[in-house]
């Protein structure tokens, strides 16, 4: 990439680096100290992040309220402490009580605007302090985490298979600002009466911006 001139990168962020990590290493390589991004990615998440330099940093709140496009890869049959597949398990149940076109009504009724539990690991601030620290203090499950107003603009459903005792659901999702891909992964194991969790999440979009115009990590540098 040229040196860096724009007040705007868009970073597709690999599997593995945090949000922060990949500001961390735009700066030392670039010699720039002030870097924002709009809206965090998960350490197990990949695709889109958008990064304010420099005067750029003032046009991140612009980007924050924008709809996002994500992959998703939702395994029905467990659940975990966090969500995703990072955490602990905490259930399992077999799914042979359940079938594709059950899991491709209820992917589709997951459309429209509703109120979930945001994840107990998330940022989200309780009494000034963001719940996955006091998860970490507390326990997860001594942790009820607040309701927020969540928003599901379309969803794809491209499918189904089995895997191991469960089911692995792949969907592409157009959600409205802060909505959490972990809480409608859990909110389509409720609606079939099984527990699910997020194997998977890609960025694709933030608002006309598209991941397949973003420079990877290894090639931004």
Known sequence: MEPLEKEI???????????????????????????????????????????????????????????????????????????????????????????????????????????????????????????????????YKNIKSPRKKMEVIWVRYHGACRQDKGYLVHLTIKVGSGTYIRSLAEELGRKLNVPAVLQHLRRLKIGAFDVKNAEKIATAV
């Open 9 to 139: 990168l868009l970073i597709d962020k690999p599997e593995g680096m945090t949000s922060f990590d990949v500001i961390r290493f735009l700066r030392k390589k670039y010699g720039i100290r002030k870097m924002g991004h709009a809206g965090t990615l998960d350490p197990a998440a990949t695709g889109l992040l958008i990064i304010g330099m420099g005067k750029g940093t003032k046009k991140l709140r612009n980007f924050l309220k924008m709809s996002k496009v994500y992959e998703a890869r939702i395994l029905l049959g467990k659940k975990t402490s966090t969500g995703d597949t990072e955490g602990k398990i905490i259930e399992e149940r077999d799914v042979d009580n359940i079938n594709e076109k059950q899991i491709k009504k209820a992917a589709a009724s997951l459309k429209g605007k509703s109120l979930l539990r945001v994840p107990v690991y998330s940022a989200v601030k309780v009494s000034g302090m963001p719940l996955y620290k006091i998860a970490r203090k507390y326990g």
